[in-house]
């Protein structure tokens, strides 16, 4: 009987595995300081009453001392909103809000105007907000001001009015023009018809009221669920600006409930796991990097922190890695959302799951001791069934006085995620060169992997390496490491890595030079022995240089491949480069000077004699013209010439071509003109001659 | 034996006739070959320069050989203009020939000048 009820409870518990471990943190201490860097004076003030508001809030709840520039920012705000006879029933509504907590003085007679403009706000609404702004106005006002006597003059009136916006799914809509309805409007409705109630100076009709309770039924039949068993409530996308979010809306809905809660009598039935996964939601989210954000969350969990639905109670672990060889213990702490203490309650582990096996549970189901002192409750030793490795704990918490059932949700059971390390023993490590056929040991080495090793082994390919090593838990059971290679390393760096294989607790690797030959690409010489073992479980995972041997492998053959280069320090890379000579192409020999200037006076050989044949000829000049004006042009000829002469030898040496064009073009119309005057006039001579 | 010996008669005696046939040449025309033996010459010896030290700046070779060659080639014209005996460029006033010897050589020698670098 004892052992079927054992066996259903097994698979019980196997099938609650499928869903995902994972635990949530309350709101810890990282929460306030990132509250007191979020929320910070702009100039001097906050932005707007909202944002003033959920400063305060949020330090309030927190636990934060006020700041007395940040009360005196608000009160200031708030005095002003208050005073001034324009401020719309939202600023009011935040203001009053603000001071709720601020606790500023408000006139008398500023209260009353306030209270009038309210009244008269609720009797004009005619959207959900407006009902909102105002009766939230009116409940917080009449908690503030010594004046006790407020009342909604027509409290079921306008009760139905807001309710006339809810629709059948459990949703609001927030006017009768806009057909959109949301959740975030039933949390908004929620607090409003809460307040309506609070100021009614008649009960209510009860229909109403349970009527309503059946709204709140059906939203909470749409809420949704993510893998880990948080769950929440969301919007449909369809306007953009509109749309809220799931924590907005999610933190708008509870806040809605609970206010609707304190003030009904009767108890609103929602199943616990519900709020449970509410509160795991908020909790799951961490700390928020925004104000607004920072802001819903904190206001959601101090709803579920005490309200009179029902009060999640959150189970977590001071640390999820414990060292079985240190002897850790096992501390879990079960608080509320916000931290603070849970009432009497035991917590049992009632199972331990190899992680990624569905084997029974390995520990019998235990109850933890509860320390209080530190409020939390202990496993001192881990059982022995629990060694190296990653587990599921399954716990469960249980209330000692059963009224605490009706108040308090626990769930049934939490999973949560351990990381057992511990270290582990290794041992009979040794090193061997193995002759190949026979198998007889040529030579042995211990090795002690914990401290230094220097062997010195030397080997040809016709021989066999041996490493062995016993690996074994602090339990004495096998274990079987992430990693276990034996690297190899020649002198020009070339590697090659090994899987170093185990039966059971021994490991072994054998290398049987014979086949490697190729793969280490015929390279002899020393190669550097290291070995690496290592896990995440492991708390002496070891990477240790066993020393060196000498291979002596057979010559290369013509198609060998060739190890493959090694890469350079990639830090070369950007190092200085080669430096780049630039040969210039080399000059071409030329002559001795000597023989140059040798030539040169040739040259001018053939000159003189020409010279000297004119001479011989009998060259006279009886034709040069003795009348002056032919001969001014005569002698201006021969100097144009000249002149020309002497420009193309400025242009050989310093002058360009344009310049010498123009010259030479200025030089050349005088040319033509003084030449035509002289070969004219010794046309004509000549032909006077000729005819006479 | 007799034939080499009037062969060799042979080239004196053309030799002599050429000889005395070219002195009775006018002396402008003398002159004008004068100049073209001169501007031949000194680019013959460009060449052997050239021949014995290598080509290397080619274009200053060849500036240097094309002037001498160029104004050889200009006087030569300038000889078949002047020649009186030419009848084709009877009407041609040699003065005028003269002008298009220098006109042109100023011009070959502008561009043997860029050409020299």
Not at chain 1, 68 to 94: H, M, N, Q
Request: glycine share 6%; proline share 4%.
């Amino acid at each position: 009987m004892a052992r079927s009820l054992a066996g259903f409870l097994v698979l019980l518990l196997v099938i609650s595995i499928c869903e995902a471990a994972s635990l949530f943190q309350p709101i810890s201490d990282s929460h306030r300081s990132a509250a007191l860097e979020l929320f910070t004076l702009d100039h001097g003030s906050f932005k707007s009453l909202e944002e003033t508001y959920e400063a305060l809030r949020t330090f309030q709840i927190l636990g934060i001392e006020k700041k007395p520039d940040v009360t005196s920012a608000a009160c200031r705000s708030i005095s002003e909103t208050v005073g001034s006879s324009s401020s719309t029933p939202k600023d009011l509504f935040y203001a009053l809000k603000a001071n709720s907590i601020a606790q500023c003085k408000i006139h008398e007679k500023a209260s009353k105007g306030i209270i009038s403009s309210l009244n008269a706000a609720v009797s004009g609404a005619s959207s959900l907000l407006d009902f909102y702004y105002s009766v939230g106005g009116l409940v917080l006002i009449k908690d503030q001001s010594s004046n006790a006597d407020i009342h909604l003059a027509d409290a079921e009136g306008v009760f139905r009015s807001v309710k006339a916006f809810s629709q059948s799914d459990g949703r609001w809509r927030y006017s009768s023009n806009n057909p959109e309805s949301s959740a975030f409007a039933a949390g908004i409705a929620l607090e409003t018809l809460a307040g309506i109630v609070s100021l009614a100076s008649s009960e209510l009709d009860q229909s109403l009221i349970s009527t309503l309770r059946n709204d709140v039924s059906k939203l909470f039949d749409s809420i949704e669920k993510y893998d880990d068993g948080t769950l929440y409530f969301d919007d449909k996308l369809v306007d953009g600006r509109e749309y809220q979010g799931p924590l907005s809306t999610t933190s708008s809905v509870l806040r809605g409930l609970t206010a609707f809660a304190a003030v009904t009598t009767g108890n609103i039935n929602l199943p616990g796991d519900k709020i449970l996964g509410l509160a795991k939601f908020f909790l799951g989210i961490g700390v928020p990097g925004d104000a607004k954000d920072f802001f819903y969350q904190i206001d959601a969990l101090a709803c579920l922190e005490s309200n009179r639905v029902s009060i999640p109670l959150i189970l977590s672990l001071s640390s999820a890695v414990i060292s079985v060889t240190k002897k850790d213990s096992l501390k879990v702490r079960v608080t509320t959302v916000l931290g603070s203490n849970a009432p009497p309650l035991t917590v049992k582990l009632v199972g331990a799951f190899s992680s990624g096996s569905k084997d029974a549970s390995l520990v019998e189901s235990q109850e933890l001791k509860f320390d209080q002192g530190s409020g939390l409750h202990i496993l001192n030793d881990l059982p022995e069934s629990i060694d190296v490795g990653s587990y599921t704990f399954v716990f469960e918490v249980v209330l000692q006085e059963p009224e605490d059932e009706k108040v308090y949700v626990t769930g049934s059971q939490t999973k949560a995620p351990i990381f057992v390390t511990g270290l582990i023993k290794i041992e009979n490590s040794e090193i061997a060169v193995l002759d190949s056929d026979l198998g007889s040991v040529e030579s042995q080495n211990k090795l002690d992997l914990a401290g230094k090793n220097a062997v010195s082994l030397s080997a040809n390919h016709l021989q066999k390496l041996r490493l062995s090593f016993q690996l074994s838990t602090p339990r004495g059971r096998a274990f079987k490491p992430h990693q276990t290679f034996l690297k190899l390393r020649h002198e020009s760096k070339v590697e090659h890595i090994f899987v170093v294989g185990n039966s059971g607790k021994k490991f072994e690797v054998v290398l049987n030079f014979l086949g490697l030959v190729e793969k280490f690409y015929y390279l002899s010489g020393k190669y550097d022995m290291e070995l690496t073992v290592g896990d995440a479980a492991m708390e002496n995972s070891l990477l240790v240089a066993i020393g060196h041997i000498e291979l002596d492998l057979p010559e290369a053959p013509e198609k060998a491949p060739r190890p493959p280069l090694q890469p350079v320090d990639p830090y070369s890379r950007y190092g200085p480069k080669a430096e780049i000579t630039h040969i210039f192409r080399a000059p071409e020999k030329r002559p001795p000077q000597e023989l140059s200037l040798a030539f040169l006076g040739l040259t001018i050989l053939p000159l003189l004699g020409f010279l000297i044949g004119l001479l011989r000829l009998g060259v006279n000049m009886k034709n040069f013209p003795t009348k002056p004006v032919p001969a001014t042009f005569a002698i201006l000829f021969h100097v144009g010439i000249g002149a020309v002469l002497l420009l193309y030898m400025f242009f050989w040496l310093k002058l360009d071509l344009f310049q010498t064009l123009k010259v030479v073009s200025l030089l050349g119309v005088f040319l033509v003109f003084v030449g035509h005057r002289t070969l004219s006039h010794l046309a004509a001579a000549s032909a006077k001659l000729k005819s006479a | 034996m007799a034939r080499e010996k009037s062969s060799k008669g042979n080239a004196q005696a053309l030799f002599h006739s050429l000889r005395s046939a070219y002195a009775a040449t006018p002396v402008n025309l003398k002159i004008i070959d004068l100049y073209v033996g001169f501007a031949v010459f000194t680019a013959l010896i460009q060449v052997v320069y050239m021949a014995s030290v290598g080509s290397f700046p080619f274009n200053s070779f060849l500036s240097g050989v094309l002037s001498c060659v160029g104004t050889a080639v200009l006087a030569v014209c300038l000889r078949i203009q002047v020649n009186k005996e030419n009848k084709e460029f009877k009407d041609l006033p040699p003065e005028r020939a003269f002008a298009d010897f220098v006109l042109c050589n100023l011009v070959l020698h502008l561009v043997i000048m860029n050409f020299l670098g």
